[in-house]
């Protein structure tokens, strides 16, 4: 068990970095509570794979440290961390039994063998393999075998943290959900801290208490899932949480007024304040399709657009819209009109987020 | 260019993999065949190639029977999963590949390269070697040289499987515009039924071998001719409970009565088995019919900007899905609301007999 804990932690591939671009993770402190379930979010190429391979010691930072429990532990070893990875694929023994596969990583170190066969039950009896332990691991399903993986991993009581690399991939659809399931109950009955990398925002929002989102090698928000859905403190954030993600207008004053490149905003006087008070050329104001309300007839306050075309998805249909130029998407639900050809839209001033230079400053709603 | 599809069934090595199917594609149409894995999709878009010949049927295009001519002699193009490029050639020269194949010119197969690549936003990396590449833009590369042909036909085996969410978004919004100027007949095969409605055009569900419908995306979604294809289109699944209507009252599962109401007065008195999307359970009273239903969560599945809520109780599974976060326990108690007037009915054969009255009714 352990809280793992990343001190001005840095990584670059190059010898000899000149620029932030040239860094896989840029400079970051974070920090792991033991027993809790995280996920470290993001794209392809964000450098999430380099910082799990950093954790689990597969490689050794350039700059800064990396604790377990307050311990450095920068030059350890894999086998000297006591974590466990679950990867994309099941690492499992394919002539073994499930029985044998569970208790390989103990037999390892030499467990007697009354405390290896306690374990391998109460592993199996959560993972519900009790009735395939006998079985050769060759015959089992890929959803089987990828639960095996996982109870390698929960078997050894002394394990620091459980890291799990896209370990769905391989699982069918229909039978994903009960493995997600599954996975909270381990985490619930084990207490052992837990960290899920995917670039899924399901796989994570789904799994983790708290989730981290990186991007271009920067942690850019660590939250739940409902404050990366209802405040995204980057861009980033929120135009990859969410589907469609958020729209963004670039903003400036003119004349006293809110204006979106020609178009002139009807928003309250407290965003009016924070955007004239913003001490930067990179203003946005960022609103989610969900939020933006959207009316078949002129009402007070709104603004008028124009209908690209809408799209029923089946539950609800989703608008493209243009205002003044600028494209945005906005949800309907079933039981609500939808517009066609002019639409006029408000924005109501509680569900827009203020973004200076990328990030989200916070602000009075008057 | 028409695509018919008569009668076609295809054995391989005794077992049926495609049973009577029947289907009319017209030029410009953007067409989803969607089934989960092995119902059959791959097999009938090999038919349509060329790639395979039919056991039985025929294949006409644009009248002509195509049946037994070979891919190379009808003008198709094809995308797979995998992102196939020629590895040692420059993304241009991929894109141009079938154009110096069909000894086209070289200021043509110039102009339609560069055309091609602007349409599909690569047109800064035709100097590149495709593992240069991301997957995105691998797969831009191989969709640039299916659509360089001006082919008549071009099929999608799944093509965005291998990307991540957000470029699958991109790609559905990008594929229907390029399509949209097109008179060529598109085939998308996918297992998802999001991914279908995302497409829109025309929906052919296929399970086991055999269509089940075939239609506007929309009308196949909202007015499923029998129970396998509302739940095939699906995503959460439907929610399927049995049921008995007898005079005044619905009985839900041998426990779960109502009154019944306008909606379902028109059905005989009988056992039925009823659908109900997950979108319209909700977790709040929405009208004043809606049944009050305890239950107790499996599971909170959020995607993001949406919830997918797994609850089970003694006598049911059901799944809802919620707009927005909500965060719940393993465990967790929680009551919901179950719309009786936006309800599905099947008769005993799985065929619809109701669609709810806010779809249109049946």
């Known amino acids: ?366 | 260019m028409s695509l018919i599809l008569e009668n076609i069934d295809h054995v391989v090595g005794g077992a049926s993999h495609i049973s009577d199917v029947n289907l009319q594609l017209e030029p410009g149409s953007f067409n989803v065949l969607l089934g989960r894995t092995l119902s059959g999709k791959t097999t009938l878009m090999r038919l349509m190639a060329g790639l395979d010949v039919p056991t039985r049927g025929r294949i006409l295009m644009d009248g002509e029977d195509v049946t037994g001519r070979s891919v190379r002699k009808r003008n198709v193009s094809m995308v797979y999963q995998q992102f196939i490029n020629y590895p040692a050639l420059s993304v241009y020269d991929n894109i141009a590949s079938p154009l110096k194949l069909a000894k086209v010119s070289r200021a043509e197969i110039d102009r339609r390269v560069r055309e091609v690549a602007e349409m599909l936003h690569i047109e800064h990396l035709l100097d590149r070697l495709p593992l240069e590449l991301s997957g995105g833009q691998q797969q831009r590369t191989a969709m640039g040289r299916a659509l360089v042909k001006d082919a008549d036909v071009v099929l999608f085996d799944e093509p965005l499987v291998n990307l991540d969410y957000k470029l699958r978004e991109e790609f559905r919004d990008e594929l229907r515009s390029v399509f949209s100027e097109r008179n060529c007949i598109a085939v998308y095969a996918t297992t998802e039924p999001a991914e279908a409605m995302a497409l829109g055009g025309n929906t052919a569900v296929l399970h086991e071998g055999r269509l089940l419908q075939y239609g506007r995306t929309e009308d196949v979604y909202h007015r499923p001719g029998d129970i396998l294809t509302a739940e095939m289109f699906s995503e959460p699944p439907i929610n399927i409970v049995k049921g008995i209507i007898s005079g005044s009252e619905v009985t839900f599962d041998q426990s779960l009565h109502f009154p019944i109401n306008d909606d379902l007065r028109s059905l005989a008195p009988g056992e039925y088995r009823f659908g109900v999307r997950a979108s319209h359970i909700s977790l709040k009273p929405q009208a004043k019919d809606d049944i009050e239903v305890k239950m107790t969560v499996d599971l909170a599945e959020i995607s993001g900007s949406e919830t997918f809520l797994h609850v089970h109780n003694d006598l049911f599974h059901m799944t809802l899905h919620l707009e927005g976060v909500h965060e719940f326990d393993v465990d967790a108690p929680v009551t919901l609301y179950f719309p009786t007037h936006k309800v599905y009915a099947f008769d005993r054969q799985g065929a619809v007999v109701h669609i709810p009255t806010h779809l249109g009714g049946a």
């Not at chain 1, 943290?161 to 997600?180: C, N």
């Not at chain 1, 001490?279 to 603004?303: Q, Y």
């Open chain 1, 1 to 366: 068990m352990a809280e793992i804990t990343l001190k001005s932690l840095a990584h670059t591939y190059l010898p000899n970095p000149a620029s932030p671009e040239d860094y896989a993770i840029r400079e970051m402190d974070h920090v792991w509570h033991q027993g809790g379930a995280y996920a470290l979010l993001g794209p392809s190429g964000c450098g999430k794979s380099t910082l799990l391979n950093i954790i689990s010691g597969l490689l050794e930072p350039s700059s800064g440290d990396v604790l377990f429990d307050g311990e450095r532990v920068n030059a350890l070893p894999p086998e000297e961390r006591n974590i466990a990875q679950v990867f994309q694929f099941p690492v499992i023994y394919d002539t073994m039994t499930v029985y044998d596969n569970l208790a390989f990583p103990l037999r390892n170190v030499k467990t007697p063998a009354d405390k290896v066969h306690e374990r391998v039950m109460e592993v199996a009896e959560v993972l519900e393999l009790t009735a395939q332990l006998k079985r050769k691991a060759k015959n089992l399903t890929a959803d089987e075998k990828q639960k095996v993986s996982m109870g390698r991993g929960l078997v050894r009581e002394d394990v620091s943290a459980i890291l799990f690399d896209e370990p769905l991939t391989v699982i069918d659809p229909q039978l994903k959900w009960k493995l997600r399931r599954k996975l909270k109950e381990i985490h619930q009955r084990f207490e052992i801290t837990m960290v899920y990398v995917t670039h899924d925002q399901l796989e994570a929002s789904t799994f983790a208490d708290k989730i981290a989102v990186m991007y271009e090698g920067q942690v850019v928000q660590f939250g739940t899932p409902r404050e990366l859905f209802e405040a995204p403190n980057h861009t980033f954030v929120g135009y990859f949480i969410g589907s469609p993600g958020m729209n963004f207008l670039e903003v400036a004053i003119r004349d006293g007024r809110v204006m979106a490149g020609k178009t002139m905003l009807e928003v309250g006087k407290g965003v009016h304040d924070a955007v004239a008070g913003a001490r930067s050329t990179n203003i946005k104001l960022g609103i989610r399709p969900e939020f933006i309300e959207v009316h078949i007839e002129p009402v007070d306050g709104a603004m008028e657009a124009t209908v690209q075309h809408s799209q029923d998805l089946g539950t609800y249909s989703i608008v493209y819209l243009t205002l003044g130029g600028i494209s945005l998407k906005a949800r309907i639900e079933e039981d609500q009109p939808t517009p066609e050809g002019r639409a006029w839209l408000r924005f109501p001033d509680d569900r827009l987020g203020l973004y200076v230079d990328e990030y989200r400053v916070e602000f009075d709603h008057e």
